[in-house]
């Protein structure tokens, strides 16, 4: 009806005709006015000015009565004088007949031979439409012979094998329509658990239906979107169109299989976007070069999720890659700083593995968090779980820290507690060793604090513990960092943003 109606009145509009159009039940007022602006873009202006009118047959007709021709015609032929009288060249109209009733149907055929006669010769085009699937063949064949013109339908369903009794005929129905209901269910049950919903999109009128569970997948709040350049820049990401378009060109190929197939992000009602996958497989009519695409039917799933799990999976690999390269170089660097201050090849080779492993044992911390962050109490208390608790005391609150900052703190806890187990406060029974830390303003302040241990005199010369903590705490840490050579014991503090 789409194909028919849709031009029918676009073209009496464009010849300044007035246009009158009742609608009905499979093809309504709604549908048929959404149809008519996707190729009549002032539409709303020319309904305004009363050049058009669509409504729907209940409002219109009077199921149930019994009907009057000379009175249906009088009213048919006052609309075209109306309508010659402000202007117009003509008046065009169709009426969709499904509403008539059997006990109408014989009056109803008196009106439409009256219609055929009294149109002659008047700038009228009067085009009726009827509901084949209701109609036997002798009715069809009564209404052919009343009008000058008429257009059998060209696909009829087949009707169900005649009953012998009323009640076997509506015990069937209702098994018929318990077996519809019970797979429409099973059916309706099965996509939205699969996150699925199903489309259909008509050239003829530009329009996409979705059924309920592809609105929500759409941000929808009505079964059909106009596909018109506003409503598809607003509804589609910019960043996908090319593509989406590209597919259907693809799709619509009259020597083509028909499949559509494309990913795309589509805006929600609350302007988040979702990603989608829609297929499809596109109807064609005629054959061979009259071959033409007349419509794209299909499904989308929501494939949000997927995609990003895939975008957190990308960005782990970029991560990891970066970490294994700041890792090597930091391997490097100490390896190389190890031995250039080692006195003999023993005690290098110590030290090194002693360093290598802090760091092992940070990455494995970072690693029960997908290198997403680790929590600076555990930080900490692995750098010093070989210390005995009467010697070390941890305190501060459970903050996490980000992976740089852990292998920066893991290494620098390391050092410090190498350098107070030969030369500090863990050098001696009674030495003791404080690490506590706070937060304030998004920041993280941590001290390290000794007493009781030999007194602290300030080295000659920096060794690689104090360069790396100078050079390495700085850049990964992005922070302040203060070393005291206090008599009473070595003080370290970290100031960094969080």
């Known amino acids: 009806m789409r194909d028919v109606l849709v031009p029918f009145f676009k073209a009496g509009l464009n010849n300044n005709e007035q246009c009158l159009w009742v609608t009905g039940e499979m093809f309504d007022a709604e549908q048929a006015r959404l149809a008519l602006r996707a190729t009549v873009p002032d539409l709303a202006e020319r309904e305004l000015r009363g050049q058009i009118e669509i409504l729907d047959g209940q409002s219109f007709y009077a199921p149930g009565q019994k009907l009057s021709p000379p009175e249906l015609v009088n009213g048919l032929l006052q609309r075209e004088e109306q309508a010659l009288a402000l202007g117009y060249t003509g008046l065009r ?21 009256q219609v055929q006669e009294a149109v002659r010769d008047r700038r009228m085009i009067c085009l009726c439409s009827y509901c084949a699937h209701d109609m036997d063949d002798g009715s069809q064949g009564e209404v052919m012979e009343r009008h000058d013109m008429a257009i059998p339908a060209s696909r009829r369903a087949p009707r169900p094998p005649a009953l012998t009794a009323k009640s076997e005929r ?15 269910r099973t059916f309706d049950l099965a996509m939205t658990a699969s996150q699925m919903g199903t489309w259909r999109y008509t050239f003829a009128d530009n329009v996409c239906t979705y059924d309920e569970n592809a609105q929500r997948l759409y941000g929808l709040t009505e079964a059909h979107f106009l596909h018109d350049d506003e409503g598809v820049k607003g509804k589609f990401h910019a960043d996908d169109l090319d593509l989406m378009w590209s597919r259907v060109a693809a799709a ?16 929600q009602i609350d302007g988040s976007w979702r990603w989608l996958s829609a297929w499809g497989l596109v109807e064609f009519e005629g054959e061979g070069e009259h071959r033409r695409p007349v419509a794209i039917a299909g499904a989308s799933r929501d494939l949000t999720e997927r995609k990003e799990a895939e975008e957190r999976q990308r960005l782990l690999l970029n991560e990891l890659n970066h970490r294994v390269k700041n890792t090597l170089a930091t391997i490097q660097a100490i390896s190389m700083q190890t031995l250039k201050s ?37 930080v900490v208390e ?53 690490v506590a830390w706070r937060t304030s303003d998004d920041r993280l302040y941590m001290e390290w604090q000794e007493s009781g241990g030999p007194l602290v005199e300030a080295p000659a010369r920096k060794g690689f513990g104090s360069r790396l903590l100078e050079r390495l705490l700085v850049r990964d840490l992005g922070g302040d960092i203060a070393l005291t050579y206090d008599p009473a014991g070595l003080r370290f503090t970290i100031g960094a943003n969080l």
């Open 93 to 113: 109209t169709n009426g969709n007949c499904a509403w008539v009733s059997p006990n109408q149907w014989n009056d109803f055929l008196a009106y439409e031979e």
């Open 170 to 184: 509506g015990s069937d129905l209702e098994d018929l329509r318990a077996v519809f209901e019970r797979h429409k």
């Open 252 to 267: 619509l190929d009259p020597d083509g299989d028909g499949r559509y197939d494309v990913d795309y992000r589509v805006k």
């Open 342 to 378: 080692a006195n003999d090849l023993p005690s290098a080779q110590q030290a090194l593995d002693q360093r290598i492993l802090a760091m092992a044992r940070a990455h494995d911390l970072l690693m029960s968090r997908s290198w997403t962050a680790a929590s600076m109490r555990q």
């Open 382 to 434: 692995r750098a010093l779980d070989a210390f005995s608790p009467e010697q070390v005391g941890v305190t501060g609150p459970d903050v996490d820290v980000s992976p740089s900052q852990a292998l920066a703190l893991s290494l620098a806890l390391h050092e410090l507690a190498t350098n107070a187990t030969k030369y500090g406060a863990l050098s001696t029974g009674d030495g003791r060793v404080s």
